[in-house]
């Protein structure tokens, strides 16, 4: 659903895609690989090619999708296919997450290079913290450039079932409800529905679960700057 909130992060994501491919050109304007991690239904995906193709005069383009849906990836592929005005290569790694992404898979992807730049927009945060470090340092082995777009919060810093947790989860539950609320052009039942599978969803399984078995990992800003550095990026 287009809120208020999903509408600014997306264009906060475009704006950090102009700025960079501003600084950083692709290596050839005639289909340069990228890499969207989580794209979901591909729709924040075409939006991102549409804005390189606002600064470069692409004639084609070689988008790397790694996402643990087939259902989203189904949509991710046919959305890219039927809006992008240019040759579109996809190479989909279907059921796949980057934690799951094998040696071998990683090898593979490897022969795409140079892989002008890797998008995760709202996916990273559900790989356990611990393992970010580790997943990040596989996408240093693929690009140097990675941009990455989270939620400021630190959840896995409170402990399980504390007040401050309970705390943390409302306040910013509430805030995406107040948002779906606030959408005027959805029925009540998309709203319904969207409060209940994502948002109360994810609340539910934070409060109930213990860290381990979250699928919630937010971190601060900052926090991702470390990561990324220890990881081998520079971070901008
Ligand atoms: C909130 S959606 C974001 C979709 C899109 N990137 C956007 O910003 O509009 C998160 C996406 O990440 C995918 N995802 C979840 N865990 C992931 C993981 N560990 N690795 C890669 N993708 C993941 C989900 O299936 C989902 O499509």
Redesign the pocket.
């Known amino acids: 659903m287009q809120t208020e909130i ?1 509408q600014s ?2 264009a906060g ?1 475009l704006e950090a895609v102009k700025n960079f491919s501003k600084e950083i050109p692709p290596h050839s304007v005639d289909e340069p690989t990228i890499i ?10 075409v939006e991102i090619v549409k804005q390189l193709r606002q600064i470069y005069p692409l004639r084609g383009i070689h988008l790397i999708l ?4 087939e259902e ?1 990836m189904a949509l ?1 592929i046919q959305h890219c296919q039927a809006s992008l005005p240019m040759q579109v290569k996809i190479t989909p790694l279907c059921n ?5 992404l094998t040696i071998t898979e990683q090898k593979a992807l490897q022969e795409y290079q140079p892989i002008w730049f890797i ?6 945060h ?2 356990p913290t611990e393992l970010k470090r580790l ?1 990040l340092e596989k996408l240093n082995t693929l690009s140097t450039s990675l941009l990455v ?1 989270e939620i400021d919060d630190n959840l896995d810093e409170l402990e399980d079932g504390s007040p401050e947790l309970i705390y943390t989860m409302s306040d910013i539950t509430n805030r995406f409800i107040q948002d779906v609320l606030n959408t005027s052009y959805a029925s009540v039942q998309d709203k319904k529905s969207c409060i209940y599978s ?1 948002f109360l969803a994810d609340a539910i399984t934070v409060l109930k679960n213990i860290q381990e078995l979250r ?1 919630e990992h937010w971190m601060s800003i900052s926090q991702w700057q470390k990561v990324a550095q220890l990881a081998g990026f520079q971070v901008l």
Not at 96 to 100: A, E, I, P, R
């Open positions: 999903y992060i997306r994501v969207d991690i989580g794209p979901g239904n591909g729709i924040l995906t790694i996402e643990p849906s989203m991710a796949c997450t980057l934690q799951g998008n995760a927009s709202l996916s990273l559900h790989i997943n777009t994502f699928v």
